[in-house]
């Protein structure tokens, strides 16, 4: 007879979905905002260095694979799905003692759905914060952008101070 070992540290990180969901409302919000207020490519300065403006991507980062003939809409919403299954899975996994983690998925995510739910209704992700040091301009961005960003840099953090982890 053999005994099954079972894992006693209680999982789930499912809990932060709320934080997905809060990044996800604000990046729709904010889009819609914009785009009822601004014709494109319209710009506001708020700052020297930051404006509002409106700006349309079919591509991903950086505007990658923007000049493509209309493929690229698919492909990165299959990736999108994907990514967002994957992340929610591992949230589901997560030890519960795991919450910086569970935050940096959960914002990971809701970045994820909001350009998600861009692509699919759009064909592209609206974008809206432009930083620029002079006539250099970066590229625009949205909520959801920076929510994967924050996640993101948060997740380098963890493994640089928890490098076993």
Not at 5 to 17: A, F, S
Not at 65 to 83: D, H, N, P
Not at 133 to 149: K, L, Q, R
Request: with cysteine; proline share 4%; hydrophobic share 50%.
């Amino acid at each position: 007879m053999t005994e099954q070992v079972e894992n006693t540290q209680p999982t789930g990180m499912l809990k932060w979905l709320w934080l997905a969901g809060l990044v996800l409302v604000l990046d729709q919000i904010t889009k819609i905002l914009i785009s009822s207020s601004f014709v494109m490519y319209e710009k506001v300065q708020i700052t020297p260095f930051f404006d509002l403006t409106l700006a349309h991507n079919p591509g991903a980062a950086f505007s990658f694979l923007a000049s493509e003939g209309g493929w690229q809409r698919w492909f990165f919403t299959v990736i999108a799905v994907v990514i967002s299954i994957v992340l929610t899975v591992w949230m589901h996994r997560l030890p519960k003692t795991d919450k910086w983690m569970g935050i940096c998925l959960a914002l990971v995510l809701g970045g994820a759905l909001g350009n998600l739910v861009d692509r699919v209704m759009y064909g592209y992700v609206v974008d809206f914060l432009s930083f620029h040091w002079g006539d250099n301009y970066f590229p625009a961005f949205n909520i959801a952008d920076s929510g994967i960003s924050l996640g993101a840099l948060m997740m380098a953090i963890d493994v640089i101070k928890n490098p076993k982890k």
